[in-house]
């Protein structure tokens, strides 16, 4: 080092600022220039190196919200389009959590809320405006939470709306909570809202990913199952409005959750001519990680 004072970046650092270029930095300390070039050219190397590394600190990044995991026996439910809803499906839910003990928790996988008002269609459904659709809300919000402990409620395309029309400018829990403000702050902290559009849930039988995906597809269960195998996970869907259950190349268990909506209350099903597939209601049970589907097929009773 002494006969080589170049490889010491502070000192080459220095003989740029007494300095300037290689041959004055050459010519002051006996060195010839394109040795001096060549050290000049690994030390400014060098520097670049270390700016790159320093831009971590310069632009941190928040870290991302932490995602929501259940654990323990619930009632996965999604699509409810208040107030688009069939309340005797509802009351039926409610029934079948009873019957079979499934009340510490009811998941609701989007699509709670159906903010037509706040749509970009301008024909609006008069029966199902704003003011009827969070009284509604509220109100059956406040009746589940009589049943289930809690209720898990995640971002479907529907509930954002609001959000949107916000600007994006808050969080999603917030933008939800601002539509309920009839709701006790007591019965509120039972409400717990994601802002992601889904859900892990851990079971026995490995982990679900419960997701109001924003991907459409005309063909029932073709959704779930694909997501099955990118995420290594079984998937319980929703957002698609089809119902049913079946495994993914990998093994995994795919649902399509169907929803609590009503398709006959839904005006823009029946004012305009479409190839939507009919909308089939459901939604699921999960006990010790199996999934059961009581529209489908009855509901063997559980061991307590
Ligand atoms: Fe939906
Ligand atoms: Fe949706």
């Known amino acids: 080092m002494e006969n080589k004072p170049y490889l010491d970046d502070s000192w080459m650092a220095e003989q740029i600022l007494r300095h300037g270029d290689s041959t004055s930095i050459g010519e002051a300390n006996g060195i010839p220039a394109r040795t001096i070039r060549r050290y000049l050219k690994r030390f400014r190397d060098r520097q670049a190196q270390l700016s790159i590394l320093n831009m971590e600190t310069q632009y941190p990044i928040a870290p991302m919200a932490e995602e929501l995991v259940l654990t323990g026996n619930g009632v996965v439910s999604s699509d409810w389009h208040l107030p688009l809803t069939d309340y005797k499906l509802a009351a039926r839910l409610v029934q079948t959590a009873i019957d079979h003990g499934l009340t510490d928790w009811l998941l609701i996988v989007g699509d709670y809320f159906n903010l037509d008002a706040m749509s970009r269609f301008d024909e609006k459904q008069e ?40 600007g994006f400018k808050l969080k999603f829990e917030k933008s939800i909570k601002m539509l ?28 679900w990913h419960c997701a109001h995906t924003s991907q459409y597809s ?31 190349k990998g093994g995994y268990m795919a649902v399509e959750l169907g929803g609590l909506f009503d398709p006959d209350k839904a005006h823009y099903l029946k004012q305009y001519t479409n190839t939507f597939p009919k909308w089939t209601p459901g939604w699921m049970l999960l006990y010790e990680g199996m999934p059961y589907l009581p529209m489908l097929s009855p509901v063997p009773p559980f061991a307590s």
């Open 180 to 207: 309920l403000p009839d709701i006790p702050d007591e019965k509120m902290e039972r409400i717990i809202v994601t802002t992601y559009d889904y859900v892990r849930i851990e079971t026995p039988s490995g982990p």
């Open 127 to 166: 029966s199902a405006g704003l003011s009827v659709e969070l009284a509604a809300a509220g109100q059956l919000l406040e009746l589940l939470l009589e049943v289930f402990g809690t209720i898990y409620i995640t971002k479907g395309n529907h509930d954002w709306r609001f959000l949107g029309k916000l």
């Open 218 to 248: 005309k063909i029932p269960m073709s959704v779930p199952r694909e997501l099955c195998d990118i995420y290594g996970m079984h998937v319980a869907g929703a957002h698609r409005h089809h119902h049913g259950i079946t495994t993914s």
